[in-house]
């Protein structure tokens, strides 16, 4: 059980029976009274972000959490399968437990779960994917001075802006972060 002397960004708490992470803290020691822990906790649930104080010294519970390297195999409806890649077992995880990153899944990427009590609460996407143009409209010659920017559809359903050079079957690299084109990897030319 950590103490608020062991605090710092990324640690996992238990409270109330909700996983937390440290997203800051800070230690306050006013001229009257005791000192105490300022922190700003995200739930790795629901992702909501709470304020809570903490004496000094105060022990909170540590999580139950375990972090799956896992592979996208299919999408079946909302249904997400993925695979362990070290056991091989399967999971489905329904379109809300992805978030709004589930439009930047293609077959075989490797994501981690992370997982409280033996449930999965969040996936997290690798940084960047590289995604085909599935349809956007062509480009021409002399546009790429301009700076103006037109919509692509890809591969995974995704709708992105794009610079004006990039045309249907270019190779993409996104930021799942975002959901914003980074570059353009290969041409389909």
Do not use: W
Request: no cysteine; net charge negative.
């Amino acid at each position: 059980m950590p103490s608020t002397n062991e605090f710092r960004n990324g640690l996992k708490l238990e409270i109330e029976g909700d996983p937390f992470s440290i997203i800051e803290f800070q230690h306050v020691k006013p001229g009257k009274g005791g000192a105490f822990v300022r922190t700003k906790l995200k739930n790795l649930k629901n992702g909501r972000v709470i304020d809570r104080t903490f004496r000094s010294g105060e022990s909170v519970g540590s999580p139950s959490l375990e972090e799956k390297s896992m592979q996208f195999l299919y999408r079946e409806g909302d249904v997400f399968n993925f695979m362990d890649t070290n056991t091989f077992e399967q999971i489905g995880l329904d379109r809300s437990q992805l978030g709004e990153t589930d439009n930047l899944l293609k077959e075989e990427t490797i994501v981690n779960i992370l997982f409280y009590n033996a449930e999965p609460i969040t996936v997290e996407l690798p940084t960047f994917v590289e995604l085909l143009i599935s349809k956007t409209e062509p480009g021409f010659k002399g546009d790429t001075a301009t700076g103006g920017s037109k919509i692509a559809e890809l591969e995974s359903g995704a709708v992105v802006n794009v610079p004006l050079f990039v045309n249907q079957g270019d190779l993409l690299k996104i930021d799942t972060r975002t959901g914003e084109y980074v570059e353009r990897v290969k041409s389909a030319s």
